[in-house]
């Protein structure tokens, strides 16, 4: 969970617990990226992974950008912050790349697009890591596949955070087909022979039991892990979940434009039509999300929530992993 949440102290911990923490690449500069993993590996002896965004070329309707910019200026000025430069960059992917040659991941997964063939047998022979490819739909399972990935994360339409569709499809307000986690796996189980991780809303046992009776070999948690003591959300996404503040989960381009489920606030109601410009418009957001969060107002934040969220807990990770791996009869 880039952003924030997923700190040293959550990976650490979740390694602890026995699962796989991901070092979250998205945003940083490769060089912070490689102090992460430092970091991580001076926190504890367990295994890591690390996660990449594969952002597409460049494809933002300027004029699109613009009018969106035009819309969100006064909520900025109401901040007391002026909009950010809506750039295109490609969250430096390949030096980050070459950060992990020289590492030793468990995994790597990608997300935001299909890792291309050689970049997956170029991973797989220096680090040796089993590679993961983010899906959404079971013809992105067979493209990533076809690339030679070992394992799939279906991620379901309930998911949390940033939908990892490959190409922003503006014909569907979720980027693509919304396929909801247990369709997704009965449909993608017969298209392709490699394990799948399930995501998208699992918060309890039950819920990782039911996906496990469906096929999947493993679970990826990401909602359920935002209040735990050691994650590094911020207090106002903290409070927003805790306290119930919003009805409920809505997928927005408004805030990065890339579809990404959220509580359903203000700024993710207002914009349905904001453009597909990723990461133009994260960029021109974030000074306003940013002022927002420090002025402890959720309603201009991103508060990135699964549609499970009801069920978040400030249990420590461990003691959460435990609870849910034995509900689960793990
Ligand atoms: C706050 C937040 C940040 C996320 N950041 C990332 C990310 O950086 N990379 C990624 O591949 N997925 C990211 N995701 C999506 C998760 O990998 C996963 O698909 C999702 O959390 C599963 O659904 P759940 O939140 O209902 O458990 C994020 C999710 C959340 C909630």
């Known amino acids: 969970m880039a952003g924030g949440p997923s700190s040293t102290a959550l990976i650490a911990a979740v390694g602890a617990a026995g699962g796989l923490g991901l070092v979250p690449a998205g945003y940083l500069t490769a060089e912070a990226f490689a102090d992460r993993i430092d970091q991580v590996e001076a926190a504890t002896d367990a295994p890591w992974g690390a996660n990449l965004f594969l952002p597409g070329p460049p494809a933002a309707d300027d004029a699109a950008v613009a009018a969106h910019a035009d819309a969100l200026r006064p909520l900025a000025e109401a901040r007391g912050v002026a909009l950010g430069d809506p750039r295109w960059e490609d969250d430096a992917v390949d030096a980050k790349v070459d950060v992990l040659l020289e590492r030793r991941p468990a995994a790597i997964t990608f997300t935001f697009g299909c890792p291309p063939a050689e970049l997956v047998g170029r991973l797989r022979e220096a680090t040796g890591a089993v590679l993961v490819a983010t899906v959404t739909t079971p013809a992105e399972a067979v493209e990533a596949t076809t690339a030679g990935v070992d394992a799939l994360a279906l991620q379901g339409a309930e998911a949390g955070g940033h939908r990892g569709v490959f190409v922003d499809d503006r014909a569907f307000p979720g980027g693509g087909e919304l396929v909801p986690l247990d369709e997704l796996l009965a449909r993608t189980r017969t298209e392709t022979p490699l394990p799948l991780l399930a995501a998208g809303g699992l918060m309890t046992g039950a819920d990782v039991r039911r996906v496990l009776d469906a096929g999947a070999s493993g679970v990826q948690l990401g909602t359920a892990l935002l209040c735990t003591p050691e994650a590094g959300t ?76 009801r069920g978040v807990t400030e249990e420590p990770v461990g003691t959460l992993l435990a609870r849910i791996a034995r509900d689960a009869g793990l």
Do not use: I, M
Request: zero cysteines.
């Open 234 to 309: 911020s207090a106002t996404h903290r409070r927003a979940l805790l306290d119930r503040r919003y009805d409920g989960t809505t997928v927005t381009r408004g805030f990065t434009g890339r579809p990404a489920r959220g509580l359903a606030n203000p700024l993710a109601l207002a914009f349905p039509d904001a453009p597909s410009a990723y990461p133009e418009v994260h960029h021109l957001t974030r000074p306003l999300r940013a002022a927002a969060a420090e002025q402890g107002d959720p309603d201009a934040v991103h508060l990135w929530a699964g549609d499970g969220w």
